[in-house]
């Protein structure tokens, strides 16, 4: 028979994250503690710490920079198109 995989919360992902992140415990220790292989806990810090950021910022500002984004990638497709008609018309 086939093991099937656990599954997290995500209440308890930053239970662990944040037990780890204190640094009370030693990485064994949490890892006997609540059952997991220490790589998991790291991985799971590792992911909690890149989205930091995202805490305390609005998913307006997210939205607000992916439209600048969208928006300045369209311009260069604007600028490119130019570009290509020019060399276009000058012969180069």
Request: charged share 40%; net charge positive.
């Amino acid at each position: 028979m086939k093991k099937e995989r656990r599954k997290f919360s995500p209440v308890f992902k930053t239970k662990v994250v944040l037990e780890s992140i204190r640094e009370a415990s030693t990485l064994q220790e949490l890892a006997s503690k609540y059952s997991l292989h220490p790589t998991q806990i790291t991985a799971w810090k590792r992911e909690f710490l890149e989205k930091a950021d995202t805490v305390f910022g609005s998913e307006k500002a997210v939205e607000k920079e992916e439209s600048k984004e969208k928006e300045l990638y369209s311009k260069i497709g604007e600028l490119q198109i130019q570009v290509d008609f020019l060399k276009k018309v000058l012969g180069k």
